[in-house]
């Protein structure tokens, strides 16, 4: 009827009747096709197809506008409407309009009756930008996917309650896991103590983001692993806090790297004390803060120096001098307090903070020392032994001491007062 309706107008095929007139201010395209003709295309389809009249439409074939690669489904469409099929379901076609842009198309269609012909009632949605936006973020989506599935780092997101929502596959690697076992339980989890964790909420909360923040956690085989984290907070519509993330990194060999490099630094490489720079920086920073009045109890140094050590080096070569080193530290080690500070300054020097200690204290440990260093011999490579002593200066530290080398000086002065006096002694 709609058809023959159409068909009656009088004029060219784009005209209607006043019964029909709606058709033209619809805002979805329209179309009527009998066999492959156009025989009326509403306003929306003209401006659809950027055609410069409905003129310019009618009576042109389907096959001018649609795709090639869609053409068989919709002349299949045209075929079924012909023989009487009921309404085509929605589908989708790539159109060329009047400038050779591509469209793509919603399409839903019926059969008519026009005059006797049966034709085909089309309405369309132009889904153009919506096919591209859904192409873009497929795109998208792969992409991030296959950045996800190469990532050497760790990428994870979690939602408010500190649940992980995701995790790439990076995470096999560094903590044994696959991302399955980890999404759905919280991120604490992995972490040696779950209170670790908290220090790194407080700071994106505070600052809604953290930049190569440490942390530590805990791989399926047991092992704890140093970790770098850089993540930022997420927020919800309302701007309410909805979770965070970002990327963290297993980071186990550069710390350790740091920390023997931190070793070398401040260790002897011999005797492993504190080196001759850290022990003396120990002893500046102490001062410091006795001119700041951060420390009040007293502060003893003692300088030690074994006696005839270059014999041993000459009769005995100097693996057996370096034997004898590691032996003497070990006896100080045993005299000395838990929290007294001991380095070697070079050679057979060694320096003693004691932390706390008065004179009478400083004397009586001095002692303590001396003689366990002269009681027995010292072992050599092989069968040999040699016997040594040890003589010691020290000095305790005064209200008026403003450098390291102040407090040195007197110490190596009491040293000499000791050698001088026939060694394996104490002074003063």
Excluded at 78 to 92: F, W, Y
Excluded at 158 to 186: F, M, Q
Excluded at 280 to 291: F, G, I, N, S, V
């Amino acid at each position: 009827m709609l058809a023959r309706m159409m068909l009656a107008a009088e004029g060219s095929f784009g005209a209607l009747p006043a019964q029909a007139a709606w058709l033209d201010a619809l805002a979805a395209p329209v179309v009527l096709v009998v066999g492959e003709s156009m025989r009326y295309v509403n306003a929306a389809a003209v401006s659809l197809l950027r055609a410069e009249s409905a003129g310019y439409l009618i009576g042109r074939s389907l096959r001018d506008f649609i795709h090639p690669l869609d053409a068989h489904r919709i002349f299949a469409r045209i075929q079924r409407a012909e023989a009487g099929v009921a309404i085509n379901p929605p589908t989708s076609v790539r159109v060329f309009d009047c400038a050779g842009a591509e469209r793509t198309l919603a399409v839903t269609s019926s059969p008519v009756d026009c005059s006797g012909q049966t034709g085909v009632l089309a309405t369309c949605i132009d889904m153009t930008e919506r096919v591209a936006m859904e192409q873009h973020l497929r795109r998208t989506d792969e992409d991030f996917r296959r950045i996800m599935d190469t990532m050497q780092d760790v990428f994870y997101r979690t939602d408010e309650k500190g649940i992980t929502r995701y995790v790439c596959p990076a995470v096999r690697n560094v903590l044994g896991y696959s991302a399955e076992e980890i999404i759905g339980l919280p991120a604490a989890a992995f972490y040696p103590d779950p209170v670790e964790r908290n220090a790194l909420v407080e700071a994106i909360r505070a600052q809604g983001f953290v930049r190569d923040f440490p942390g530590r956690m805990r791989r399926k085989d047991g092992v704890i692993i140093d970790i770098s984290i850089s993540t930022q907070a997420l927020r919800d519509e309302q701007g309410q806090f909805a979770g965070v993330e970002g990327i963290w990194r297993d980071i186990s060999e550069r710390r350790a790297m740091e920390r023997e490099l931190l070793r070398l630094a401040t260790r002897d490489h011999l005797t492993g004390l504190f080196s001759r720079r850290h022990v003396l920086e120990m002893l500046e920073e102490e001062l410091q803060r006795r001119r700041d009045r951060r420390a009040q109890a007293p502060l003893s140094v003692l300088l030690l120096d074994l006696d005839h050590f270059k014999r041993v080096n000459d009769e005995f070569g100097h693996a057996a001098g370096d034997e004898v080193l590691r032996q003497f530290v070990q006896r100080v080690e045993q005299s000395r307090r838990g929290n007294d500070s001991f380095g070697r300054l070079g050679g057979e020097e060694f320096l003693l903070l004691l932390h706390g200690a008065d004179g009478v204290a400083a004397r009586q440990l001095a002692e303590r020392i001396r003689a366990g260093v002269a009681a027995e011999d010292f072992r050599l490579p092989g069968d040999g032994a040699v016997r040594l002593s040890v003589s010691i200066g020290w000095t305790l530290v005064e209200a008026a001491d403003a450098r390291a080398g102040e407090v040195l000086e007197r110490a190596d002065r009491a040293l000499y007062e000791a050698k001088r006096g026939g060694r394996n002694r104490v002074s003063p």
